[in-house]
């Protein structure tokens, strides 16, 4: 009985292992929202990029084309330190920029994500991307030509519903607010002994039962597919 009763409970730990890591990685999200969403863009857009050209080498059948190893490395240069940063504070600040009382707001963030962000951020993704290839500016300009709008209207098909209910129907309490770190901060250290137990213990707690765990786990855990496929799309623009 002893060991059964011991692989029952080995197995209950690894079976528990994904939920302790999702919620360590919620805890980092409230501890440190900025670098840990910097490093989770570094590493999607570098899986991104590598998942293109591993597509692009089996649609050619090139076996013995080697991959090439600067662009995951460019990608995850400009994930960690443009996509994650970036990203973060323009979602924070909409939320005071349009506050959910102001008439439309749901409507007014949509396009001002859409209409704005959208087209500037792609538009930053090529330059960036033209600079840390080494390339000119002539170079630049046939790659806005060619690429820019096939993906932007791509981001536009893809992204629209998804931001439509990122934006207005997940709040950006808990792992994705660090207002709720900032006012700790004014009044009490957070580098206090008990704080990060807690947001610990928070984050498991949230993660248990069906109900309480499958909507933030589908979250999390979609948001990051997505991610990592228009990474790759992006990547496969320079095919």
Same mark, same amino acid.
């Given at each position: #009985? ?18 302790? *890591? ?18 989770? !863009?570094?590493?999607?857009?570098? +899986?991104?990029? $590598? ?29 960690? %330190?443009?996509?994650?940063?970036? !990203? =973060?504070? %323009?979602? %924070?600040? @909409? ?24 087209? *500037?951020?792609? #538009?930053?993704?090529?330059?960036i991307m ?8 002539? *170079?630049? *300009?046939?790659? #806005?030509?060619?690429? $820019?709008?096939?993906? /932007? ?10 931001? $439509? ?12 607010? =660090? !207002?709720?770190?900032?006012r700790m ?6 580098? @206090? ?5 807690? /947001? ?17 786990? %589908?979250?999390?855990? $979609?948001?990051? +597919? ?14």
């Amino acid at each position: #009985m002893a060991p059964a009763a011991s692989r029952l409970r080995a197995e209950a730990g690894l079976g528990a292992l994904p939920r302790r *890591a999702l919620a360590q990685y919620l805890l980092f999200l409230r501890l440190y929202p900025v670098l840990t969403k910097a490093a989770t !863009s570094g590493i999607l857009s570098a +899986l991104g990029n $590598f998942l293109a050209q591993m597509i692009e080498k089996k649609r050619k059948k090139e076996n013995s084309r080697s991959l090439d190893v600067g662009g995951p490395l460019r990608y995850a240069v400009y994930g960690f %330190f443009f996509t994650g940063p970036l !990203s =973060h504070f %323009f979602y %924070f600040f @909409m939320e005071h920029w349009i506050p959910p009382e102001v008439p439309l707001a749901g409507l007014r963030r949509l396009l001002l994500d859409r209409l704005v962000f959208a087209p *500037a951020f792609l #538009m930053l993704f090529f330059l960036i991307m033209n600079f840390l290839e080494g390339k000119d500016a002539s *170079a630049f *300009a046939a790659k #806005m030509r060619g690429g $820019f709008w096939p993906a /932007l209207r791509m981001n536009w098909r893809v992204w629209t519903p998804l931001q $439509f209910i990122n934006i207005n129907y997940v709040p950006l309490k808990g792992p994705q607010d =660090h !207002s709720h770190t900032g006012r700790m901060g004014c009044s009490t250290p957070c580098s @206090m002994a008990g704080y990060p137990q807690m /947001l610990q213990e928070e984050a498991w707690q949230s993660l248990q039962g069906p109900r309480a765990s499958l909507p933030q786990k %589908f979250r999390v855990l $979609f948001a990051n +597919l997505a991610a990592l496929f228009w990474y790759a799309y992006l990547a496969s623009l320079g095919k």
